[in-house]
């Protein structure tokens, strides 16, 4: 999806997720990066723990 130049990135690696949590607009390179960084997916796994625990509050 493209959106004003800019992709859908999925912080959980779900394409079928739809929590806007979950869901972030980035450059297609940034996109590609995060998905071959694993610092970027730690980052991405904390921030859905913190969110899931904020809605859990």
């Excluded at 690696?13 to 995060?34: D, K, L, P, Y």
Aim: hydrophobic share 35%.
């Amino acid at each position: 999806m493209n959106i004003d130049g800019q992709t859908v990135d999925h912080l959980c690696r779900n394409r079928a997720c739809v929590n806007q949590m979950h869901i972030m607009t980035c450059s297609r390179g940034e996109n590609s990066r995060r998905m071959m960084s694993e610092a970027w997916q730690r980052v991405a796994a904390d921030l859905i723990a913190q969110q899931n625990k904020e809605a859990q509050e």
